[in-house]
C-alpha cells in the first residue's frame, strides 16, 4: 500500500517502495492547489496508483520513481507574480506525458511562451466547454459539456506546436496539446465530480497517452494501516478522541484492530453535539463493539471558555486546545500513581481535506483552521496517530464497511469537530443560543430522513446567525432568531452544489421549526455552492 494513504510523501519520496510489484504510477507534483490529493485520488479511482509530491522536489527524484505519466496540480498562485512556483524545465526531459491542469496548464504556457493573463471575468463554477479540435486527449467527448472551473488568469494564445482543443465561457483557451512532445493542458477541473466527462479525459490521458494497466486497487487498506499502526505505537498505548463520526470511529477500530485493548477511546461531551448524539456514541462502541471508552462530561468547562468568543477561527483553536488538555488529563487518569499506564499516542480521525484547508502544505492557502489540524497546540503532549490522514470521506466508508461498522455510522453525514459551536455565527455559543440550534437540526435531520434523502446529501444542517427579525405569531409582534437550512450534494466535500430540496419538504421544514421552537420566527434557504463559498459557514 502506498505511504500517501498514511502520510504525505516524504522528501526522498520513500512512498515509492511502497509501490505494487509491477505497478504503473503517476505523480501529481503539487502547486498547492485545493485539489491538488483529489487528482491523485482520481487517478486512484482510475486504477493507477498516484502519490502527491511537491513542486520542490528534486527532479533526480522523480525521475528515479520512472513514472509512467506526470500531472501538474492548480495552485492559487498567478504564473506571472513574483514568487510563484515555477516549472522545473527538466520534468518536460523525463520522456514521460506531462498534464498540466488549472494553474498547471497555465505554468506550461507561460513558460513555453504562450500568453497568460488575468482575464476580465473570473470563472467559478460551472462553465461550457465548446471542443473545437478533440485531437487525443478529448477524443469521443461531446462537442458541447460542461465542466468546472476556479481561476481569474487565463490562456489567451498557446505556445508554438501546440493545439488549442477546446474554449469556454471565459477562456479562449481552454485545452491544449502537443502530441509530438507528449505536454496537455487543461484549464478546467476533471478531477471533480462537477465535470461530468473529467474521469473520461482522466483515462483517455493515464491509458491511451502514458500507456498505464488500470490495476492498482486501495483493498488492502485497512491491513496496511493496521501494520502501520503497530509499527508506530510498538507496545505503547494510545487514546482516541472518539465523537461519533466516521471519521473518528474508522480511526478508532483501526487502531482497537491493530493494538487491542491498549488503546481507549475517550468521548468528551462537550455540549457542542446534537440532540441525543452523546448517548448513542456511548451505546454504539462501549457495548457493541466492546472497545475500552471513558465518557467526560464537560460541558461548562467549554462552555466557560467559549464565553465572550464570537470570532471563528478563535473558537476553532479554543475548542481544539480544550480538546487536548482534556485529552491530557486523562491521560494521566488512565496511567494511576505509577504513570505506567501513561498513553503516549493520540488517535484523530483526520482526513486529507482537512489537511489542505488547513493549510498544510507548502504553497496552500489556509481557509480555515480544523480543530485536529490547525487547532492544536504548540505544546502538544501527545504523538499523533493519523490513519486517515490521506484519505477522503468515500475512502474511509469503505474501510468503515470493512471493519463492519453499522450503515447508521458509515454513511452519517459529517459533522464539524468544533461541534454547533462554529454553526452559531458572529455570535457567542451560548447554552441557550445552542439549546435553539439543537433543537432545530433536530427537526430537519427528522424530516430529511423521512423523506428518504438523507443518504443522497453530503450534509444537512442549520446555521443560527447573529441577527434577529420581526415576525408575526399568534397575532402578536415578535423578535425572533433566524434559521438557516443548509443542505448540499458532493463526493468528497472539496467541491459542493446546494441541494434543490422538494418545496413541500422546505415547507414543512419550516413549518415545525416556527411552530415548535418559540425563539425561531423566520428560516432561510442557504443557495451557495463550494466554490464560491464553503460548506460550513465559519
Known amino acids: 500500500m502506498s505511504e500517501s494513504l498514511a502520510t504525505l510523501p516524504a522528501p526522498d519520496l520513500a512512498g515509492a517502495d511502497a509501490v505494487a510489484a509491477g505497478s504503473d504510477e503517476v505523480l501529481v507534483v503539487d502547486y498547492g492547489g485545493q485539489y491538488s490529493q483529489l487528482i491523485a485520488r482520481r487517478i486512484r479511482d482510475c486504477g493507477v496508483f498516484s502519490e502527491l509530491v511537491a513542486h520542490t522536489v528534486p527532479l533526480e527524484e522523480i525521475a528515479s520513481r520512472r ?159 493496521i501494520e502501520r499502526i503497530r509499527a508506530q505505537v510498538g507496545e505503547g498505548s494510545a487514546i482516541c478522541g472518539l465523537s461519533g463520526g466516521v471519521d473518528s470511529s474508522v480511526a478508532a477500530l483501526l487502531v482497537h484492530r491493530a493494538i487491542g485493548d491498549r488503546l481507549t477511546c475517550v468521548f468528551v461531551d462537550h455540549g457542542l453535539m446534537r440532540k441525543q448524539e452523546g448517548e448513542q456514541v456511548i451505546e454504539t462502541f462501549r457495548d457493541t463493539f466492546r472497545v475500552p471508552l471513558v465518557a467526560v462530561d464537560a460541558e461548562q468547562r467549554f462552555l466557560s471558555k467559549l464565553a465572550g468568543v464570537t470570532e471563528p477561527e478563535r473558537k476553532r483553536k479554543v475548542i481544539g486546545e480544550e480538546f487536548i488538555r482534556v485529552f491530557e488529563e486523562e491521560a494521566k487518569r488512565l496511567a494511576g500513581d505509577d504513570g505506567d499506564g501513561s498513553a503516549r499516542y493520540l488517535v484523530q480521525g483526520t482526513l486529507y481535506s482537512d489537511v489542505i484547508e488547513s493549510g498544510g502544505r507548502p504553497g496552500s492557502a489556509t481557509i480555515k483552521s480544523h480543530h485536529n489540524v490547525g487547532g492544536l497546540p504548540e505544546d502538544l503532549d501527545f504523538d499523533l496517530v493519523e490513519p486517515l490522514r490521506s484519505l477522503f470521506k468515500d475512502e474511509v466508508r469503505a474501510v468503515g464497511t470493512e471493519l463492519g461498522l453499522p450503515d447508521r455510522l458509515v454513511w452519517r453525514q459529517p459533522f464539524p469537530g468544533p461541534g454547533l459551536a462554529i454553526r452559531v455565527v458572529g455570535g457567542e455559543a451560548s447554552r441557550e443560543r445552542l439549546d435553539v440550534l439543537r433543537e432545530a437540526d433536530h427537526i430537519l435531520q427528522e424530516e430529511i430522513r423521512a423523506a428518504g434523502l438523507y443518504r443522497e446529501l453530503w450534509q444537512s444542517f442549520c446555521v443560527l446567525p447573529d441577527i434577529r427579525t420581526v415576525g408575526v405569531q399568534g397575532d402578536e409582534r415578535t423578535y425572533g432568531n ?57
Open 482 to 538: 433566524v434559521v438557516v437550512i443548509r443542505a448540499v450534494t458532493s463526493d468528497d466535500a472539496m467541491t459542493a452544489d446546494w441541494a434543490r430540496l422538494p418545496y413541500d419538504l422546505l415547507e414543512k421544514i419550516a413549518s415545525r421549526m416556527m411552530g415548535e421552537i418559540r425563539e425561531v420566527n423566520r428560516v432561510v434557504l442557504d443557495i451557495t455552492s463550494k466554490p464560491p463559498g464553503t460548506i460550513e459557514w465559519e
Open 67 to 225: 513514472p509512467r505519466g506526470i500531472v501538474l496540480s492548480g495552485g492559487p498562485a498567478s504564473v506571472y507574480a513574483d514568487g510563484a512556483p515555477r516549472l522545473q524545465r527538466g520534468l518536460l526531459d523525463l520522456g514521460v506525458p506531462v498534464l498540466g491542469i488549472c494553474y498547471g496548464m497555465q505554468l506550461l504556457m507561460h513558460e513555453l511562451g504562450g500568453r497568460v493573463e488575468q482575464a476580465q471575468v473570473g470563472e467559478f463554477g460551472r462553465s461550457n466547454l465548446t471542443v473545437a479540435n478533440a485531437g487525443t486527449l478529448l477524443a469521443g467527448l461531446p462537442a458541447q459539456q460542461t465542466c468546472w472551473m476556479s481561476h481569474r488568469d487565463t490562456v489567451f494564445e498557446p505556445p508554438a506546436g501546440f493545439t488549442a482543443l477546446a474554449s469556454s465561457t471565459a477562456s479562449p483557451v481552454a485545452a491544449v496539446e502537443d502530441r509530438e512532445r507528449g505536454i496537455y493542458g487543461i484549464q478546467f477541473h476533471p478531477e471533480v465530480v462537477h465535470t461530468p466527462y473529467g474521469e473520461d479525459i482522466l483515462i483517455r490521458f493515464l491509458t491511451d497517452i502514458c500507456g498505464c494497466e488500470r490495476t492498482w486497487t486501495a483493498a488492502s487498506i485497512v491491513q496496511d494501516q
